[in-house]
């Protein structure tokens, strides 16, 4: 049996509310491949996005919610644009 190694999937999906959501698990799999199909069973949502890349102590905070806002063009969160009238 491969030696299994830590994954991180970072989804988005649509709520039952209508918003769009975010979330973050850990997976355990031999290989990228693996990782894809067992985020594929663990998914939130019949639709979604998911970005999977191995765990790292190189990580960062932000990271992938940034990159998967980039791949998707989304513009990030600016607390600058916040209006709490609104």
Known sequence: MAQRTGWIA?????GADGEIRSM??????ASRRE???RAAEAAPAKDFVVQIH???DEQ???TVRGAIAQTLDVKPFDPADYDEDA
């Open 35 to 37: 990782a894809v199909d």
């Open 10 to 14: 970072h989804y988005l999906y649509q």
């Open 24 to 29: 973050t698990t850990r997976l355990l799999a």
């Open 54 to 56: 191995a765990e790292s």
């Open 60 to 62: 960062f905070l932000g």
